[in-house]
């Protein structure tokens, strides 16, 4: 196994968030009580939230292997999942909750998805990253090479509303997702693996760092941002 996938093997998290945001989105879905929630993403808190708090009988899917062999030692049921990929069920869904990045085609496709796959009246999360404001053309071109075409935040706004959904709220990602979420562990696990990288993967490291930088240059352009919809 390289380095690098070592480093982020041993992150809780792979991408930006927190406890506490989670917690946040999950209070603005309102007094809801699903019987049968999926959900997909790269961490265990948000299923754990979702199980605690609701009582939902939860699936939780992961794009990695050891991801969902981890939850499954966690008790969840579990599976892999591709990406940009909504599991279809025999039982309706009454709760999705989707932590994407950003999906190669736009958002419209996966809204789709997730409207088909969940009952009538229930509530999806839907995470995905955005631009907040018009990005400058060094970020636009870095961002989009590096994660895919974010889409302007009321871009899947309408995108939501054209499937059929309704808004009930939207949450944006804070800062300190990026920062104390995700970039500290990174840093600290490539310290801590400083010296035991191969030849070839120096590139690796450079892009993480790169990614870092960018991020402290151009954080007010880009976030996640968590959509609560109903349908």
């Known amino acids: 196994m390289s380095s690098i996938s ?98 190669l085609e736009g958002s419209a496709l996966l809204l789709e998805q997730i409207y088909d796959n969940l009952e009538k009246g229930g509530t999806a999360v839907f995470r995905t990253l955005c631009w907040l404001i018009e990005p400058s053309p060094d970020t636009k071109c870095y961002i989009e090479r590096r994660f895919g075409k974010p889409e302007a935040l009321d871009a899947v706004l309408r995108n939501a509303k054209e499937q059929g959904f309704k808004i009930r709220d939207f949450y944006i990602a804070p800062k300190t997702d990026w920062t104390h979420g995700l970039y500290e562990p990174l840093k600290a696990e490539m310290q801590r693996l400083e010296g035991a990288s191969e030849d ?29 919809l109903e349908k």
């Open 6 to 103: 070592i480093i982020f093997n041993n992150l809780d998290r792979p991408t930006a968030g927190s406890e506490e945001t989670a917690q946040k989105v999950l209070s603005l879905c309102g007094n809801i009580s699903p019987k049968n929630a999926l959900f997909i993403g790269d961490e265990y808190f948000t299923p754990t939230l979702i199980k605690k708090q609701t009582g939902a009988e939860i699936s939780a899917c992961f794009f990695e292997q050891f991801r969902a062999e981890r939850a499954a030692a966690k008790g969840f049921s579990s599976r892999v999942v591709m990406p940009f990929e909504i599991p279809q069920s025999e039982n309706p869904r009454d709760f999705i909750w989707y932590n994407g990045v950003s999906a």
């Open 200 to 228: 070839g993967e120096e590139t690796g490291i450079s892009e993480l760092n790169k990614e870092m930088y960018m991020f402290d240059l151009h954080s007010e352009e880009y976030s996640f941002v968590y959509y609560i």
